[in-house]
């Protein structure tokens, strides 16, 4: 199986499978001298592993982060700081039960990549989906700690804004409710709607969709190109390879549709310390596929979880109509641990591009005024 790379000069590859010994990545182009720990790793992990609250999957996995290479002690600090080689990471699986799967290892499970695993490979791994399963982006969580390190002054946050058909209100919007719920919610009305919400759907045997914002701040405008490397167009590649998701937004998104062109350009001012300021963000921080220095504004829409308790019609590697109930530990919303995973995206997409931009063009220009 090929494709288990992403970016350009700051590359991350995954290896590793749902209920094989361990998964993991290893990340190439990092600069070197840049401070790192196995601490500040398993932070970014702890707010993905599963088991965390009654809203996710039941499985167990301490997601117990291991540095095997790419960093030594810095002589004159003794903290651990990179050298500029090959960082591979590695996340130990200690919780798998095959067994639940044993059941419907000839059955395909609708909505899942079964069927079409099968017919590309000729084979699939039935427990838990192997490489396709979400326990990959565990790999992507700890790839995105150290892609942080290369975006000095740049924040980046997620939100669940939207689950099901309940939006939040945005008007209620607390980046600092976001990590005091299960939900990883900015509004905390909201958030206390969908414990009863998911809740009932939970209990029912079900599952639903969410709609995750990533908000990266801070970024300095010239990342990107304007014609196959835009920035936009990498970060849309990047959450679509998130598992279950299915439609991705910038900016404003499909709302823009809606808007005349007077109220979706952003108009922009002068401002009094003498830099240019955007009167609005409709564009979510991308002109051109070139950052603007605005704030970037990523969705991304996650289907439901299909590995649910309730009798579905499939058929199976013989030909077979069946019947399938899929057993085991599953997050009835999927969405909610994805939001690590987008903030990760974003930011090894971000130090993908700022790489580049330092490749061609050198340290990137604040404004672009001349005297």
Same mark, same amino acid.
């Given at each position: 199986?090929?494709?288990?790379?992403?970016?350009?000069?700051?590359?991350?590859?995954?290896?590793?499978?749902?209920?094989?010994?361990?998964?993991?990545?290893?990340?190439?182009?990092?600069?070197?001298?840049?401070?790192?720990?196995?601490?500040?790793?398993?932070?970014?992990?702890?707010?993905?592993?599963?088991?965390?609250?009654?809203?996710?999957?039941?499985?167990?996995?301490?997601?117990?982060?291991? &540095?095997?290479?790419?960093?030594?002690?810095?002589?004159?600090?003794? $903290?651990? @700081?990179?050298? *500029?080689? #090959?960082?591979? %990471?590695?996340?130990?699986?200690?919780?798998?039960?095959?067994?639940?799967?044993?059941?419907?290892?000839?059955?395909?499970?609708?909505?899942?990549?079964?069927?079409?695993?099968?017919?590309?490979?000729?084979?699939?791994?039935?427990?838990?989906?192997?490489?396709?399963?979400?326990?990959?982006?565990?790999?992507?969580v700890a790839a995105g700690a150290i892609a942080r390190q290369v975006l000095p002054g740049v924040t980046i946050r997620g939100a669940l804004v939207q689950m099901g058909?309940?939006?939040?209100?945005?008007?209620?919007?607390?980046?600092?409710?976001?990590?005091?719920?299960?939900?990883?919610?900015?509004?905390?009305?909201?958030?206390?709607?969908?414990?009863?919400?998911?809740?009932? &759907?939970?209990?029912?045997?079900?599952?639903?969709?969410?709609?995750? $914002?990533? @908000?990266?701040? *801070?970024? #300095?405008?010239? %990342?990107?190109?304007?014609?196959?490397?835009?920035?936009?167009?990498?970060?849309?590649?990047?959450?679509?390879?998130?598992?279950?998701?299915?439609?991705?937004?910038?900016?404003?998104?499909?709302?823009?549709?809606?808007?005349?062109?007077?109220?979706?350009?952003?108009?922009?001012?002068?401002?009094?310390?003498?830099?240019?300021?955007?009167?609005?963000?409709?564009?979510?921080?991308?002109?051109?596929?070139?950052?603007?220095?605005?704030?970037?504004?990523?969705?991304?829409?996650?289907?439901?979880?299909?590995?649910?308790?309730?009798?579905?019609?499939?058929?199976?590697?013989?030909?077979?109509?069946?019947?399938?109930?899929?057993?085991?530990?599953?997050?009835?919303?999927?969405?909610?641990?994805?939001?690590?995973?987008?903030?990760?995206?974003?930011?090894? @997409?971000?130090?993908?591009?700022?790489?580049?931009?330092?490749?061609?063009?050198?340290?990137?220009?604040?404004?672009?005024?001349?005297?």
């Amino acid at each position: 199986m090929s494709f288990n790379t992403f970016g350009q000069l700051f590359r991350v590859t995954t290896y590793g499978e749902s209920h094989g010994i361990a998964l993991g990545c290893v990340i190439d182009g990092c600069p070197p001298r840049l401070p790192v720990s196995e601490a500040m790793i398993q932070g970014f992990l702890d707010r993905r592993k599963p088991g965390q609250s009654r809203f996710t999957t039941q499985r167990r996995e301490p997601d117990q982060v291991r &540095i095997l290479s790419g960093v030594m002690a810095d002589e004159t600090t003794g $903290e651990l @700081v990179t050298t *500029g080689t #090959p960082i591979n %990471l590695m996340i130990e699986n200690v919780d798998q039960r095959s067994k639940d799967y044993g059941e419907i290892k000839d059955r395909y499970r609708p909505g899942h990549a079964d069927y079409a695993y099968d017919v590309k490979y000729g084979l699939r791994d039935y427990r838990g989906g192997g490489r396709s399963s979400a326990r990959e982006t565990a790999s992507r969580v700890a790839a995105g700690a150290i892609a942080r390190q290369v975006l000095p002054g740049v924040t980046i946050r997620g939100a669940l804004v939207q689950m099901g058909p309940h939006r939040i209100d945005r008007t209620r919007w607390d980046w600092g409710a976001v990590d005091n719920n299960p939900f990883f919610c900015p509004d905390p009305v909201m958030a206390e709607f969908f414990e009863t919400y998911l809740d009932d &759907i939970r209990k029912a045997g079900s599952s639903i969709g969410a709609v995750i $914002e990533v @908000v990266a701040e *801070g970024v #300095p405008p010239g %990342l990107g190109a304007p014609i196959y490397g835009k920035l936009d167009g990498d970060l849309a590649a990047a959450m679509m390879s998130i598992n279950a998701v299915k439609g991705v937004e910038i900016g404003d998104g499909f709302a823009a549709a809606e808007l005349g062109g007077e109220e979706n350009a952003d108009e922009m001012r002068m401002g009094n310390d003498g830099k240019l300021l955007f009167l609005s963000n409709h564009a979510g921080g991308i002109l051109g596929g070139i950052s603007t220095g605005q704030p970037v504004v990523v969705r991304f829409a996650v289907k439901p979880t299909s590995s649910i308790l309730q009798t579905r019609r499939t058929v199976d590697r013989y030909g077979h109509d069946a019947d399938i109930i899929t057993k085991g530990r599953h997050d009835p919303c999927v969405g909610i641990r994805a939001v690590p995973v987008g903030e990760a995206m974003m930011a090894c @997409v971000l130090a993908d591009h700022l790489l580049r931009h330092r490749g061609q063009v050198g340290t990137p220009v604040e404004w672009p005024f001349r005297k």
